[in-house]
């Protein structure tokens, strides 16, 4: 595969990858189950600051870049600046088309499937666009610096369910000084996104994009 081949491959699923994560993070929010945990902490500062999510998801990610510049520089690239911008509205979007302008009512079964397609969204969206090489979110490098600067004792998907916790842990926080529901964050979407994402990651990277790339 040439080198201007490869790049095009690698745009795809970076592309494809923050696609992915987008419907995740809208996905969650119409379950009514609860949020992955990164959306869960900024759904309740944003509420608690009375700010539109999409834009307090990019200042969140402006600040944690700050920090991944100066620990993890190798993770900042392309795909690090479209996920900041685009993965907030992006879901936004998503809840609007269905919520707004399809006037769809989430019954049971559709919250069901909306909570199973976004925990597959989240572990593969994250997969495809961390192989692809091409910049990660800043949210996303934290466990990556985490195992760097531990030497590997602590590895990605250890480094991933602790930092996951601890972001739910301030997100219920806000929720409670906004005086909002509770519900509206966390719930069994966030508890599974929490224990699981850092291994579903790991594995759809082992088996599905890694293998993509060098097909």
Same mark, same amino acid.
């Given at each position: 595969?040439?080198?201007?081949?490869? #790049?095009?491959?690698?745009?795809?699923?970076?592309?494809?990858?923050?696609?992915?994560? @987008?419907?995740?993070?809208?996905?969650?929010?119409? @379950?009514?189950?609860?949020?992955?945990?990164?959306?869960?902490?900024?759904?309740?500062?944003?509420?608690?600051?009375?700010?539109?999510?999409?834009?307090? *998801?990019?200042?969140?990610?402006?600040?944690?870049?700050?920090?991944?510049?100066?620990? !993890?520089?190798?993770? &900042?690239?392309?795909?690090?600046?479209?996920?900041?911008?685009?993965?907030?509205?992006?879901?936004?979007?998503?809840?609007?088309?269905? *919520?707004?302008?399809? *006037?769809?009512?989430?019954?049971?079964?559709?919250? &069901?499937?909306?909570?199973?397609?976004?925990?597959?969204?989240?572990?593969?969206?994250? +997969?495809?666009?961390?192989?692809?090489?091409?910049?990660?979110?800043?949210?996303? @490098?934290? !466990?990556? &610096?985490?195992?760097?600067?531990?030497?590997?004792?602590?590895?990605?998907?250890?480094?991933?369910?602790?930092?996951?916790?601890?972001?739910?842990?301030?997100?219920?926080?806000?929720?409670?000084? +906004?005086?909002? @529901? #509770?519900? %509206?964050?966390?719930?069994?979407? %966030?508890?599974?996104?929490?224990?699981?994402?850092?291994?579903?990651? *790991?594995?759809?990277?082992?088996?599905?994009?890694?293998?993509?790339?060098?097909?």
């Amino acid at each position: 595969m040439n080198s201007t081949n490869k #790049l095009f491959k690698r745009t795809v699923m970076m592309v494809t990858g923050i696609a992915f994560i @987008s419907l995740c993070v809208g996905l969650y929010r119409l @379950s009514g189950f609860g949020v992955d945990a990164f959306t869960c902490m900024n759904l309740g500062i944003s509420g608690f600051l009375d700010m539109q999510f999409g834009t307090w *998801q990019l200042i969140m990610n402006a600040m944690i870049l700050a920090v991944v510049f100066f620990t !993890a520089r190798e993770c &900042i690239g392309a795909g690090t600046i479209v996920n900041m911008v685009c993965v907030g509205y992006g879901a936004d979007l998503l809840c609007w088309l269905v *919520q707004d302008a399809g *006037q769809v009512e989430m019954t049971l079964p559709l919250r &069901i499937g909306a909570l199973v397609l976004g925990s597959v969204f989240a572990g593969l969206g994250v +997969a495809f666009y961390m192989v692809a090489e091409m910049g990660v979110a800043p949210y996303d @490098s934290v !466990a990556i &610096i985490m195992e760097k600067l531990t030497g590997g004792k602590i590895p990605f998907h250890y480094g991933r369910v602790g930092s996951d916790v601890t972001v739910v842990i301030v997100g219920v926080i806000f929720c409670l000084l +906004a005086g909002d @529901s #509770l519900w %509206t964050i966390i719930g069994l979407g %966030t508890i599974c996104n929490a224990c699981l994402n850092g291994p579903l990651i *790991q594995f759809f990277r082992k088996h599905v994009s890694e293998p993509l790339l060098k097909r």
